[in-house]
Each structure stands twice: as C-alpha cells, then as structure tokens.
Nanobody, 115 residues
Framework: QVQLVESGGGLVQAGGSLRLSCAAS????????MGWYRQAPGKQRELVAS???????NYLDSVKGRFTISRDNAKNTVYLQMNSLKPEDTAVYYC?????????WGQGTQVTVSS
C-alpha cells in the first residue's frame, strides 16, 4: 500500500523560507513524476511544481525563481524549497506521486505566510 507522508509546513513571515518533504513508502514500481500541489480556501487545487524521474522540472509561473523542487529517487522522497514566500502562497500543500497510471496523494501540510 503506497503512502505519502509530508512534513515541513508551518507559519512564516513574508519573505521567509520553508522546506517541504514528502516520503513515499510501500513502493513496488518506480515512481514516475512527483509533484506538489496546493489548495487555498475557496480555490481549486493547482500544480505548484513537478519533477520527472529523470529530473526534468515544471513550475507554476507565480513561483518560478522562488521555489525549487528536487527528489531523491533512492529514498522515494521529493522536496520543495520555498524562498521569498508571499501571503498568496498560503495554502494546504499536497504531495503527489504517479506510479504506472495511478496517482497517489499525501494528507496535506498547511503553509501560512503572514504579511
């Protein structure tokens, strides 16, 4: 049974930094893409950043230059380094892993940026 466990969320002032981690367990087949999504109150869930097994990355325009996604394939772990945080980055952040043709999700971690 695949499980994704996120950590690293919290409360930070605008301009600060946080690093999110997501560790996957119960992995039998290689993880293809991994990513981070976020959902703010009253808004749809959106893709923040994704990374393929080979290391190709994709970012939401509003986080380019501020966020960096990385992964450790040996540990089945994905990270999101978030710098220069803004109040509009406040949301619940969810980890995603695509294995074969299925998507798996973490429970979410709250990120709150105060102005």
């Amino acid at each position: 049974q695949v499980q994704l466990v996120e950590s690293g969320g919290g409360l930070v002032q605008a301009g600060g930094s946080l690093r999110l981690s997501c560790a996957a367990s119960g992995i039998v087949f290689p993880i293809n893409a991994m990513g981070w999504y976020r959902q703010a109150p009253g808004k749809q869930r959106e893709l923040v950043a994704s990374i393929t097994r080979g290391g190709s990355t994709n970012y939401l325009d509003s986080v380019k230059g501020r966020f960096t996604i990385s992964r450790d394939n040996a540990k089945n772990t994905v990270y999101l380094q978030m710098n220069s945080l803004k109040p509009e980055d406040t949301a619940v952040y969810y980890c995603n892993a695509r294995i074969l043709y299925s998507d798996y999700w973490g429970q979410g971690t709250q990120v709150t940026v105060s102005s």
